[in-house]
């Protein structure tokens, strides 16, 4: 069975920072991507970041580009989020997700095909 979790979601304060991690577990997956997700209440879902298995390729959204990292550590089936510079604007829920047969080796508009339950980040002014 597929698994992943997340965790390391907080309350913050604008200016600070977060780490989340994602652990993933369940498959084994000739390539995949691990991506990075968030829903805010009343907005749609929207795509932060990926990584791809294989050569570890990464992609950014516009809105995080510059201030979230995405990393991943195979040893420990774990990628990570660090989040710095946060504002008010990044409080949701944050998802990671799989795809098991991810384009050009990472896209945040692939199919992604698991999911985990979520972290809640939230950012105070």
């Known amino acids: 069975e597929v698994q992943l979790v997340e965790s390391g979601g907080g309350l913050v304060q604008a200016g600070g920072s977060l780490r989340l991690s994602c652990i993933a577990s369940?498959?084994?997956?000739?390539?995949?991507?691990i991506g990075w997700f968030r829903q805010a209440p009343g907005k749609e879902r929207e795509a932060l970041s990926c990584?791809?298995?294989?050569?570890?390729?990464?992609y950014y959204s516009d809105s995080v580009k510059g201030r979230f990292t995405i990393s991943s550590d195979k040893g420990k089936n774990t990628v990570y989020l660090q989040m710095n510079n946060l504002i008010p604007e990044d409080t949701a829920n944050y998802y990671c997700?799989?795809?098991?047969?991810?384009?050009?080796?990472?896209?945040?508009?692939?199919?992604?095909?698991?999911w985990g339950q979520g972290t809640q980040v939230t950012v105070s002014s």
């Open positions: 997700a799989v795809d098991r047969d991810p384009p050009f080796g990472c896209s945040l508009y692939g199919v992604w095909d698991y």
């Open positions: 369940g498959f084994t997956f000739d390539d995949y991507a």
């Open positions: 990584v791809g298995y294989a050569d570890e390729i990464t």
